[in-house]
């Protein structure tokens, strides 16, 4: 068993992609993260491997954990299904004897807490629950859900509001990365991000987040207060979702489970649970 910390991307996406892609939904996020990185589109800020920390345990050559942590964000952690008890343990102490500091780890709720408990041990810190998310798949769209062809990508125009309505949805979601105004022309640019409109009004955005092998995964979906409990989000989620399927793929997201209203939506338009996530952060008990 051995620990193994990684400089070079592309070495790093040889040793663990074949574990990512035994589980493609369950590790979406680490795929997406890791398909930024080696794409080199924008290497400014987080998007710059350079800056990450990368590692993996492995058992006879064969990569059984996986994790990626991008500056100032949590810990993301993958692990071969039949994990060895001794490979958290062996994972902990590599990352202690090469002075990398976590404050948090993003993982499948069994491993983040098994994880945390160990850490917690290592370092004599404490440590608490601060999400709990879930990841939904979908296959087919349920058959009394109506999509829409009045979506259409988000113009450069649309940056007279974009900026309030991504700022707004940060707020919800307690982003660790804020937007500076050449970011909201960058996500214009790549043609990924939607608008819903509503005679001619726009009411809500949704974003096509990264198209993976075999599943497309959707996120930043946003109406602002004045526009909602009419329907839009569920609208600009199916329609995007049907245009995901019309392309060939299966359609994922994440949701925080304190957010009720958005796991009905989801689960009405035929989204069944993966797996649930939990983000754990850990404090110094000097704190």
Request: proline share 3%; aromatic share 10%.
């Amino acid at each position: 068993m051995r620990f193994e910390l990684y400089s070079d991307i592309v070495a790093f996406h040889n040793d663990v992609y074949e574990l990512l892609l035994k589980n493609e939904v369950k590790n979406m996020v680490f795929l997406g993260n890791l398909l930024v990185g080696l794409s080199k589109s924008d290497p400014t800020g987080w998007r710059d491997p350079r800056g990450w920390v990368m590692a993996s345990v492995k058992c006879e050559e064969r990569v059984v954990l996986a994790a990626l942590m991008i500056p100032d964000d949590k810990l993301q952690v993958c692990s071969d299904e039949s994990l060895e008890s001794g490979v958290l343990h062996e994972f902990v102490n590599g990352l202690k004897n090469a002075g990398i500091i976590v404050k948090g780890i993003s993982a499948e709720y069994v491993l983040a807490e098994a994880f945390a408990n160990i850490h917690s041990a290592a370092h004599n810190t404490t440590h608490e629950i601060t999400k709990k998310g879930r990841i939904y798949c979908l296959e087919q769209i349920n058959k009394e859900i109506i999509t829409t062809s009045k979506i259409r990508l988000a113009k450069k125009k649309d940056l007279a509001f974009l900026p309030f309505w991504w700022n707004g949805f940060f707020e919800c979601f307690d982003s660790l990365y804020g937007i500076d105004i050449n970011e909201y022309e960058r996500l214009v640019s790549t043609e990924t991000l939607y608008i819903l409109e509503n005679d001619g009004i726009p009411v809500t955005m949704a974003r096509i987040d990264q198209k993976l092998e075999q599943i497309c995964g959707l996120g930043m979906v946003y109406t602002p207060p004045y526009f909602r409990n009419r329907g839009y989000a569920t609208t600009i989620t199916a329609s995007l979702t049907e245009l995901c399927l019309d392309e060939g793929y299966l359609s994922a997201l994440i949701t925080d489970l304190s957010n009720l209203v958005s796991n009905s939506i989801y689960q009405k338009i035929g989204y069944r649970p993966v797996c649930d996530i939990l983000e754990i952060a850990f404090y110094n008990h000097s704190t």
